[in-house]
């Protein structure tokens, strides 16, 4: 079980932290952060491997967004610097029975019930 939150309205080139807390899975699954916005197919943000702790950004994201993974507290984040008017959009946390990092939507198996990031221009 994934539960999203921190999302909310924010100026451009501002800041967000999005948070979730994942309950239940293995200790070594993927996680993720995908969004969706209005009209538009859901897209891949970044991922962390369960194993090695890697990461992989959207090209859109990269230098902005950073992906990180609290095994203590359970909890994956994603911190949003320098946001874009584009960026505004539902975020969604992932989670996967495997270790690796897939872009594809159709390859995650346990999603959260997203949270909405506004960014007014």
């Known amino acids: 079980q994934l539960q999203a939150s921190g999302g909310g309205l924010v100026q451009a080139g501002g800041s967000l932290r999005l948070s979730c807390a994942v309950s239940?899975?293995?200790?070594?699954?993927?996680l993720a952060w995908f969004r969706q916005a209005p009209g538009k197919e859901r897209e891949f943000v970044a991922g962390?491997?369960?194993?090695?702790?890697?990461?992989t950004y959207a090209d859109s994201v990269k230098g902005r967004f950073t992906i990180s993974r609290d095994r203590a507290k359970n909890t994956v984040y994603l911190q949003m610097n320098t946001l874009e008017f584009e960026d505004t959009a539902i975020y969604f946390c992932?989670?996967?029975?495997?270790?690796?990092?897939?872009?594809?939507?159709?390859?995650?198996?346990?999603w959260g019930q997203g949270t909405l990031v506004t960014v007014s221009s």
């Open positions: 962390i491997n369960g194993l090695s702790g890697s990461t």
């Open positions: 992932a989670s996967s029975n495997t270790y690796f990092v897939s872009s594809r939507a159709q390859n995650w198996d346990y």
């Open positions: 239940g899975g293995t200790f070594t699954a993927a």
